[in-house]
C-alpha cells in the first residue's frame, strides 16, 4: 500500500478519473491506479490539468507509434509527470519536476514496482522540464520530454501561456514597445514576451525525429500568432 501523508495525498477521485483511463489502450488498469495521484491536491494550475495529461498522452502515443518505446514505462511517467505543483513563479520551479520523481518513486514502489522499474519512471519524469535543464538518457524519457513540449506550443500553447500569465497577473503586452525593440524582455511582466523568451525557441531542440517533425507544424501556428498579434497592436510608421 501506498502510505498517505501530507504530501501524497490522492487526487482527484471522482468517477471521472476511471473514465479517463481508457484512453490508455491496453494500460487501462495502470492508469486508473495512477491517475489518482496524477494532480496535486493543492494545485488549481488549469494548464496542468486532466486535460494537459490527455495531450501529453497523445503526443507521446503518436511519438512512440513511430519511434518504439516501452509503454508502461511511458504510461507512467506521463500520468505522474506533474504530480508535484510547483507554480512558475515560486523560486522552487526548477525542482518541480526533480519533486515528481520522487513521489512517483514513491507511489509505484508502494505498487510494487521494482527499483530498475521506478528509476526509469524517474528519469523520464525528471528530464521532461524545460527549468530543470536535464538532457533525457532513455527512448522513453525523449518521448515524455517531447510529448511535454508539444503541449507548449502551437495554439493550445497560445492558450496556455496566456492562461498562465493571468494566473500570475501579467499584462498581456508592454504597450510601449510590444516587440522588446528598446528593452529587455520580461515574460513574467508580459505574456507576448514569453513567445521570443522561450516558445518560439522550444522546436529546436526536439529529441526523436517525429516529435521534431510535429513541432515544425506547431511552431508554424505559433509564429503566425505571433506576428499577426503583433500586427494588429504595434503602430505603423507612415
Not at 505522474?80 to 512558475?88: I, M
Not at 516587440?179 to 516558445?199: C, G, I, M, N
Not at 531542440?205 to 505571433?226: E, I, P, S, V
Request: glycine letters at 6%; a negative charge.
Amino acid at each position: 500500500m501506498i502510505q498517505a501523508d501530507s504530501n501524497t495525498q490522492p487526487h482527484p477521485t471522482s468517477d471521472a478519473v476511471q473514465g479517463f483511463s481508457q484512453q490508455f489502450v491496453g494500460y487501462e488498469a495502470l492508469a486508473a491506479q495512477l491517475l489518482p495521484w496524477a494532480i496535486d491536491a493543492k494545485s488549481t494550475d488549469g494548464a496542468h490539468d486532466l486535460a494537459h495529461i490527455a495531450r501529453v498522452w497523445m503526443n507521446a502515443k503518436r511519438i512512440a507509434e513511430v519511434e518504439g518505446a516501452d509503454l508502461e514505462v511511458l504510461v507512467a511517467a506521463v500520468i505522474l509527470h506533474d504530480c508535484v505543483a510547483v507554480e512558475k513563479s515560486s523560486p522552487l520551479r526548477s525542482q518541480a519536476s526533480h519533486l515528481a520523481a520522487e513521489r512517483a518513486t514513491a507511489i509505484l514502489t508502494g505498487l510494487g514496482w521494482c527499483k530498475d522499474r521506478c528509476a526509469l519512471v524517474a528519469h523520464a519524469i525528471e528530464a521532461h522540464s524545460f527549468s530543470a535543464g536535464i538532457a533525457p538518457q532513455t527512448q522513453e524519457a525523449c518521448i515524455v520530454q517531447d510529448a511535454d513540449r508539444l503541449d507548449a506550443i502551437g495554439l493550445i500553447g497560445v492558450a496556455r501561456c496566456f492562461y498562465t500569465a493571468g494566473r500570475m497577473q501579467s499584462q498581456l503586452y508592454d504597450v510601449a514597445d510590444p516587440k522588446a525593440v528598446q528593452r529587455e524582455l520580461q515574460d513574467k511582466a508580459f505574456a507576448l514576451d514569453h513567445f521570443p523568451s522561450k516558445l518560439l525557441k522550444l522546436s529546436e531542440n526536439f529529441r526523436t525525429g517525429h516529435g521534431a517533425a510535429l513541432a515544425k507544424q506547431r511552431h508554424r501556428l505559433l509564429k503566425d500568432f505571433y506576428d499577426g498579434f503583433l500586427s494588429e497592436v504595434v503602430i505603423p510608421h507612415f
